[in-house]
């Protein structure tokens, strides 16, 4: 079983990219995916959940209006669209996947509730 979050970069300020979730050895439609993402010194954050309809993603408050969560490929890919990128949101970001119903809005960024985790990948956002 793995999930691996990839699409990464270098990117200037208010630019854009798009991350990519892959599940391999299980079907993630059947679960709701998380973003996380970690900088330097700092603990790992939430920062979107989609759930497995792909309806009604929630966000962090910092990237709410810049990002979007969505599902493709009926459900099995999971994209995290970042636009206006601020130095800020440089980070590794990672996916997860939680198997069951969709969290609550007060609960989506709890790490221990996801089953699987992905290998990170990097952005970085040049001022």
């Known amino acids: 079983v793995q999930l691996r979050a990839f699409g990464g970069g270098l990117v200037q300020a208010g630019g854009s990219l798009r991350l990519s979730c892959a599940a391999s050895?299980?079907?993630?439609?059947?679960?709701?995916i998380g973003w996380f993402r970690q900088a330097p010194g700092k603990e790992r954050e939430g920062v979107s959940y989609i759930s497995m309809s792909g309806s009604s993603p929630f966000y962090a408050t910092s990237v709410k209006g810049r990002f979007t969560s969505s599902r493709a490929n009926a459900g099995n890919t999971v994209y995290l669209q970042m636009r206006n990128l601020k130095p800020e949101d440089a980070a590794v970001y990672y996916c997860?996947?939680?198997?069951?119903?969709?969290?609550?809005?007060?609960?989506?960024?709890?790490?221990?509730?996801?089953?699987?985790w992905g290998q990170g990948t990097q952005v970085t956002v040049s001022s």
């Open positions: 050895g299980f079907t993630s439609v059947y679960y709701t």
């Open positions: 997860a996947a939680r198997r069951g119903n969709r969290l609550i809005a007060s609960r989506w960024t709890e790490e221990r509730l996801y089953d699987y």
